[in-house]
């Protein structure tokens, strides 16, 4: 029986799942994380680990080559879909970005609009058969209002608060009870991945439902490029329903339509970035099909 992969890789780690030519699926496995922008080598052991572990929980099924498709943070971007292609022995294989298929998940039969934001952040809009995306650069030069940028800021805000420049509250209150020295705070920024600045975005998000004033600074800040960068995306197609995917996207989409934004056409995801990777396995075989 042939067996198809679809494969979910982000920032903070990546998911799989084995779906079966009779529409029967695996459970979801889970990986490492899998930007191949910000770390190609790390990326490819935790996408070829998960791979394995998919076919080996298939293995009573499979007859054929597994058909694979992987959606990866900083694959489309980077350029690097041909060396991930060259360095995993999958013939069959189908690499896109990580939100091509968060798009064909949330909207399989309709356009839309999608603002996934995790580690990273991206917004893209799937509009008459073509797919534009704006953001996604990494943090670096980019990844505006993602967690990874949110838990930067935290840090950020939490020094300019110790220099006396900057209002303190609850959330450099708690960073500095974390950190305890200027010196920790700035070693560890030495040497974080964007994951390590993005496990500080909780934080942010549980001290600003409790009021304190500078966590609610940073989540308006990322709301207002969010919003900003789906405005852009809605030029010329106003009625475009949007879809909060990631583990933020969700919250900052209901902060938008609290603080005003309740002209947006919110819609719940039809389904999961593993469907929309799914799909592209199925289509990847439809291609070679005479």
């Known amino acids: 029986m042939r067996i198809y992969i679809g494969l979910d890789g982000g920032g903070s780690g990546c998911r799989a799942q084995v779906e079966l030519a009779d529409g029967r699926r695996g459970a979801v496995l889970t990986g490492g994380p899998a930007n ?8 490819l052991r935790a ?15 499979a007859r054929l080559q597994p058909i694979i498709a992987l959606g990866l943070a900083g694959a489309t971007e980077s350029g690097a879909i041909a060396q991930i292609k060259a360095r995993l022995p999958y013939p069959d294989l189908e690499i896109v970005g990580d939100i091509e298929i968060a798009l064909m998940g949330a909207f399989p039969r309709s356009d839309g609009i999608v603002m ?12 008459a058969g073509t ?31 110790h220099d ?3 209002e303190s509250g609850s959330l450099t209150d708690l960073v500095w009870a974390r950190y305890g020295s200027v010196q920790k705070m700035i070693g560890f920024a030495a040497t974080a991945r964007p994951a390590d600045f993005a496990a500080l975005a909780p934080l942010v998000l ?4 409790a009021h304190c004033p500078v966590a609610g600074a940073i989540l308006d800040a990322s709301s ?36 005003g934004s309740a002209d947006l ?26």
Not at 47 to 61: E, F, K, M, Y
Not at 116 to 127: D, L
Not at 265 to 290: F, I, N, V
Request: glycine share 14%.
């Open 131 to 161: 797919v534009q995306r704006l953001g996604g650069y990494g943090l670096v030069l980019g990844d505006n209002g993602s967690g990874a940028w949110i838990g930067r800021e935290a840090l950020r805000h939490s020094l300019l608060a």
């Open 265 to 290: 056409h919110c819609t719940e995801p039809a389904g999961t970035p593993l469907d929309g990777a799914l799909w592209y396995a199925r289509r990847c075989e439809q291609r070679k099909l005479p």
């Open 206 to 209: 549980e001290q600003a439902q």
């Open 224 to 259: 207002r490029y969010l919003r900003g960068v789906i405005r852009q995306l809605q030029a010329g197609h106003p009625d475009l329903p949007v879809a909060a995917l990631g583990g933020l996207g969700p919250a900052l989409l209901a902060r938008m339509i609290g603080q």
């Open 36 to 43: 191949v922008a910000t770390d190609f080598d790390g990326a």
């Open 47 to 61: 996408v070829s680990d998960l791979l394995g572990r998919c076919i080996a929980q298939a293995d009573t099924h």
């Open 116 to 127: 996934a934001v995790g580690t990273g952040s991206v917004v893209a809009r799937k509009a």
């Open 164 to 166: 006396g420049l900057a």
